[in-house]
């Protein structure tokens, strides 16, 4: 599974964008997608996810900020990202299981498709 993370940019802080996850190969319906960002010098962290019953879950550091949904009929899973901080400054990447109900914590992955930058200045 190889799922391409797109939407990045360069916002104020306080500002909002909305990241897109899509690939083949994988009906997003049927398994748990997760959003992960990577700061540098910061280990990959898990920040949403969305299980393949549609139970949305949050990193404490993104709740009430952060809403992840699901596109069934496009197959694609969204992140709409409001009052975004400097410290959400990171590579965003989404990723899934095809075996996986959930989202897994980001070191069940070998491999990662191409994330989005996400750049919040102060």
């Known amino acids: 599974v190889q799922l391409q993370a797109s939407g990045g940019g360069l916002v104020q802080a306080g500002g909002s964008l909305e990241l897109s996850c899509a690939g083949s190969?994988?009906?997003?319906?049927?398994?748990?997608i997760g959003w992960y960002r990577q700061a540098p010098g910061e280990q990959r962290e898990l920040v949403a996810g969305?299980?393949?019953?549609?139970?949305?879950l949050y990193a404490d550091s993104v709740k009430g900020r952060f809403t992840i949904s699901r596109d069934s009929a496009k197959n694609t899973v969204h992140l709409q990202m409001n009052s975004l901080k400097p410290e959400d400054t990171a590579v965003y990447y989404c990723n899934a299981d095809r075996q996986s109900a959930w989202p897994r914590p980001p070191r069940a992955y070998d491999n990662w498709g191409q994330g989005t930058q996400v750049t919040v200045s102060s």
């Open positions: 969305i299980s393949k019953f549609g139970n949305p």
């Open positions: 190969g994988i009906t997003f319906s049927h398994v748990g």
